[in-house]
């Protein structure tokens, strides 16, 4: 913000409108909410995010628009008709799609300015919402050929509010990208996920952390994913080709019974792979050591572990949390750098923790 109160629009309150609203409110701005769904802006205006009033349509700066896909371009064509000096952005997944469909008309087209925030969940609606869902997550702004350059600014300011780390990109390099870091990894959660519905119970009783890693983000609304990789169905195809040709060779190995070879080449480069991915803020990828604590089922057990993992000064960069239905206890796994696992666990051990590593 430069000094000035200004206001904004926000279109489609669940998760991610919900939680930009909530950041954009707590940095001064006037959100005013819009939902189809009445109860999700009323919801969203109880956690804090904005007002449900109407604002006058000359006074907004900035709409942003957080529908789902297939509804975002008529969203975004009548917030430009509505809000006549407002830049126009939206939220969704895929970009190119969008702005394809608004080319045909005569939207005032040089004040919309798409964009795609890297950070979510596999969770819908704004009761999950929270204001730092974007700190130090990447959020892409893709400018097209006529978006003024105002407009572009005025998307970084809301990236800024956001606390988020903006990148700049040409709308069909996005695509592109997102199939691969995004779209591909989605589908091979959901496979993985999906193939569970076969498995015993019995032996689900027996799952670790691996498998709610890699099958979380399949608890995400089917539909919503529908409209995302319909919207992307050419660049994710190719990356789906490719896997399934790593997949034979998978299987050939197997078959051969050679662990040599494709096995032990694929397995090396799963390695490879996980230590490509950056680190929040987009820095270089860190390798975190993991302190899995037990939570004993009693009042309070997480604040004061938490009050004494702060007290030794540790700086955790992730948790996660695991039930063991068969027990009834839960499981804490924190992350920290490696020089610091050592002080994590001599503190839990001495505040009469049960810890593993
Ligand atoms: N869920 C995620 O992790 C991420 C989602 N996105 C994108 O953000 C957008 C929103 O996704 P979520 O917040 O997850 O979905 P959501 O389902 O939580 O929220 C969508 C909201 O839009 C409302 N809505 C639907 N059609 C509408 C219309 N025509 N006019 C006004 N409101 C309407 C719904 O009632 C709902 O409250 C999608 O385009 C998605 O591709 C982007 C990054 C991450
Ligand atoms: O839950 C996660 O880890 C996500 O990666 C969420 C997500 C879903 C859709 C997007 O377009 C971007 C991010």
């Not at 032990?264 to 987009?282: C, F, N, S, W, Y």
């Given at each position: 913000?430069?000094?000035e109160r200004r206001t904004a629009v926000v279109i489609g309150t669940g998760l991610i409108g919900a939680s930009l609203a909530l950041a954009l409110t707590a940095d001064g701005w006037t959100?005013?909410?819009?939902?189809?769904?009445?109860?999700?802006?009323?919801?969203?205006?109880?956690?804090?995010a904005g007002v449900l009033?109407?604002?006058?349509?000359?006074?907004?700066?900035?709409?942003?628009?957080?529908?789902?896909?297939?509804?975002?371009?008529?969203?975004?064509?009548?917030?430009?008709?509505?809000?006549?000096?407002?830049?126009?952005?939206d939220v969704g997944s895929v970009k190119a799609g969008v702005l394809d469909a608004l080319w045909d008309g005569d939207a005032d087209l040089g004040r919309y300015v798409g964009s795609h925030p890297m950070?979510?969940?596999?969770?819908?609606?704004?009761?999950?919402?929270?204001?730092?869902?974007?700190?130090?997550?990447?959020w892409v702004v893709a400018p097209h050929r006529r978006s003024r350059e105002e407009s572009v600014q005025d998307v970084l300011a809301l990236v800024r509010a956001c606390r988020a780390r903006e990148v700049v990109m040409d709308v069909d390099d996005h695509d592109a990208a997102v199939a691969r870091v995004s779209h591909l990894p989605h589908l091979m959660s959901v496979l993985m996920a999906g193939h569970l519905t076969?498995?015993?119970?019995?032996?689900?009783?027996?799952?670790?952390?691996?498998?709610?890693?890699?099958?979380?983000?399949?608890?995400?609304?089917?539909?919503?994913?529908?409209?995302?990789?319909?919207?992307?169905?050419?660049?994710?195809?190719?990356?789906?080709?490719a896997v399934s040709g790593e997949l034979a060779g998978l299987i050939r190995s197997l078959e051969t019974g050679t662990t040599t070879g494709e096995l032990?080449?694929?397995?090396?480069?799963?390695?490879?792979?996980?230590?490509?991915?950056?680190?929040?803020?987009?820095a270089a990828p860190a390798t975190y050591h993991q302190v899995v604590v037990e939570i004993p089922d009693t009042p309070g057990a997480l604040g004061r572990l938490f009050a004494e993992v702060g007290a030794a000064g540790v700086n955790v960069e992730d948790i996660a949390i695991e039930h063991d239905q068969a027990r009834e206890i839960g499981y804490l796994a924190l992350s920290v750098a490696p020089e610091q696992a050592d002080d994590l666990l001599a503190t839990m051990r001495?505040?009469?923790?049960?810890?593993?590593?």
């Open positions: 913000m430069t000094g959100v005013h909410l819009q939902d189809r769904t009445s109860s999700h802006a009323r919801v969203a205006a109880g956690l804090g009033d109407k604002p006058e349509p000359g006074v907004v700066d900035l709409v942003v628009v957080a529908v789902p896909p297939a509804a975002i371009a008529a969203v975004v064509r009548q917030s430009l008709q509505t809000f006549p000096a407002a830049t126009v952005t950070a979510g969940s596999q969770h819908s609606g704004p009761v999950t919402a929270h204001a730092d869902l974007f700190d130090g997550r990447t076969a498995v015993p119970t019995s032996d689900l009783l027996l799952a670790g952390q691996g498998l709610r890693d890699v099958t979380r983000i399949a608890g995400s609304d089917p539909g919503l994913w529908q409209q995302i990789l319909s919207a992307n169905a050419t660049a994710v195809l190719a990356e789906l080709r032990e080449e694929q397995l090396a480069r799963g390695v490879d792979g996980t230590r490509r991915i950056p680190g929040k803020h987009g001495a505040g009469g923790w049960s810890v593993g590593s």
